[in-house]
Nanobody
Framework: QSQLVESGGGSVQPGGSLRLSCAASGFTLDYYFIGWFRQAPGKEREGVLCISGSDGVTFYQDSVKGRFTVSRDNAKNTVYLQMNSLKPEDTGVYFC????????????????????WGQGTQVTVSS
């Protein structure tokens, strides 16, 4: 059964850091665009960062540039989202997702058109 499983969420104070994991099973990440999305209460889901599994081209939402980075462990078939200098406005449920590489990683993030979703993990940034 193919699935994406996120972990690593939690509560952190402003300025803190978290690392989210997305473990993929049944997927070969090289063949997909991989995205991290978030949804705050009462708001639409938005793309945070999207990366091409084949060549590493990455799109960052403006609000996370310089603070969030993505990495990958091929042996574990896992993608990580490192979040530094967290702000209260980063609060939300974070989802990883995959889409076929039809358009661009920017398009994936901006249109939120994906083929597969994980179940999400809660991130709360509060003092």
């Amino acid at each position: 059964q193919s699935q994406l499983v996120e972990s690593g969420g939690g509560s952190v104070q402003p300025g803190g850091s978290l690392r989210l994991s997305c473990a993929a099973s049944g997927f070969t990440l090289d063949y997909y665009f991989i995205g991290w999305f978030r949804q705050a209460p009462g708001k639409e889901r938005e793309g945070v960062l999207c990366i091409s599994g084949s060549d590493g081209v990455t799109f960052y939402q403006d609000s996370v540039k310089g603070r969030f980075t993505v990495s990958r462990d091929n042996a574990k078939n896992t993608v990580y989202l490192q979040m530094n200098s967290l702000k209260p406005e980063d609060t939300g449920v974070y989802f990883c997702a995959l889409s076929l590489p039809i358009k661009t990683v920017q398009s994936m993030c901006e249109t939120v058109q994906v083929g597969y979703w994980g179940q999400g993990t809660q991130v709360t940034v509060s003092s």
